[in-house]
T-cell receptor, first 113, second 114 residues
Framework: GNSVTQMEGPVTLSEEAFLTINCTYT??????LFWYVQYPGEGLQLLLK?????DKGSNKGFEATYRKETTSFHLEKGSVQVSDSAVYFC????????????FGKGTKLTVNP | DGGITQSPKYLFRKEGQNVTLSCEQN?????MYWYRQDPGQGLRLIYY???????QKGDIAEGYSVSREKKESFPLTVTSAQKNPTAFYLC?????????????FGNGTRLTVT
């Protein structure tokens, strides 16, 4: 079946450090891929997405590239801030008419000043 | 401001009681969704609705029921048949389909059943 595997957290970094959160997926065909972020006490919000192989999604300094050959969509940021502390979810949506987003388990990031 | 309102933020019930979680949106979105979030797990889809008076089961619909009588409202009832109802429940909406427009989430309701 379709699934998303994220690196286990929690991840703790110092401000201005480089961030990578790994995400790999299993799906038939060519899914669309997403990163959602959940700030403390809030619901999730879309951070970025990519809909086809080699697409790069980017937003707020975060980037992720859709790699079909490695079935991956790793999230990166060159210099994290305290305000980036949140839980990050990788998700996929399979081809076709399905409305079912499949989410990973989430990776909690804490950035210390 | 447009958004999704879930109420209450915290809800406590005794085992064997049905409980209804409220979700209202003023974004004029067509589609609405209910997810369940458990510690250390991703979000799992309970029910979704793409149009008024129509809804579909998600991956874990057993023990839950929904209605969509108005475009802006999508209440979720957790019935006594749900074996493990204690969880964090998130409501979401999208303008059209989740493929073409992002999900907008409410701030969630934490349900505790004892």
């Amino acid at each position: 079946g379709n699934s998303v595997t994220q690196m286990e957290g929690p991840v703790t970094l110092s401000e201005e450090a480089f961030l990578t959160i790994n995400c790999t997926y299993t799906a038939t065909g060519y899914p669309s891929l997403f990163w959602y972020v959940q700030y403390p006490g809030e619901g999730l919000q879309l951070l970025l997405k990519a809909t086809k192989a080699d697409d790069k999604g980017s937003n707020k300094g975060f980037e992720a590239t859709y790699r079909k050959e490695t079935t991956s969509f790793h999230l990166e940021k060159g210099s994290v801030q305290v305000s980036d502390s949140a839980v990050y979810f990788c998700a996929l949506l399979t081809q076709g008419g399905s409305e079912k987003l499949v989410f990973g388990k989430g990776t909690k990031l804490t950035v210390n000043p | 401001d447009g958004g999704i309102t879930q109420s209450p933020k915290y809800l406590f019930r005794k085992e064997g009681q049905n409980v209804t979680l409220s979700c209202e949106q003023n974004l004029n979105h067509d589609a609405m969704y209910w997810y369940r979030q458990d510690p250390g797990q991703g979000l799992r889809l309970i029910y979704y609705s793409q149009i008024v008076n129509d809804f579909q089961k998600g991956d874990i619909a057993e023990g839950y029921s929904v209605s969509r009588e108005k475009k802006e409202s999508f209440p979720l009832t957790v019935t006594s048949a749900q074996k493990n109802p204690t969880a964090f429940y998130l409501c979401a909406s999208s303008a059209t389909t989740v493929r073409n427009s992002p999900l907008h989430f409410g701030n969630g309701t934490r349900l505790t059943v004892t």
